[in-house]
C-alpha cells in the first residue's frame, strides 16, 4: 500500500504552489501572510502555547499540511513528543465530545419530532 502521508517535498510542492499564488493574486495573499504572521508573534500567549493551539485545531480539522507545519512548529519550540501526543488525546477528545453533543441535541430532538409526529 502506497504511504499517503506528507513528506517533506510535499510540503516544498506546497511552499511553491503558495508561492505561484501569492504572485497571482497578492491583493489577498499578502494581507493574508500578514495577518498570520502576526498571529503567530509572541503576545498574550508564547509561540509554543500558540503552535498547540493550532496543531489541535489542525487535527480536527483533519489538514494533512497544517498538521506537518505544527508539529514542525512545535518542535522548534522547545515542545516535546510526549507534550504533541498530549495534545493529539485532547483534540480527539474535543472532537469525539462534538459528535456527542450533536448526537445527545440534534439527533435526538430531530428523531423527537419523527415519533411526535407518529403519534399524531
Known sequence: MEDQHIQDEDVFTLKEAIGELSERI??????????????????????????????????????????????????????TPEQIREVSAVSAAVQAGAVMAQAATEVEWTLNSFEENENH
Open 26 to 79: 497578492p491583493n489577498v495573499m499578502k494581507p493574508y501572510h500578514s495577518f498570520t504572521e502576526e498571529c503567530f508573534k509572541e503576545g498574550e500567549l508564547t509561540k509554543k502555547e500558540k503552535h498547540l493551539i493550532a496543531l489541535g485545531i489542525s487535527l480536527a480539522a483533519q489538514d494533512e499540511y497544517c498538521v506537518h507545519y505544527h508539529v514542525t512548529g512545535c518542535i522548534d519550540n522547545g515542545i
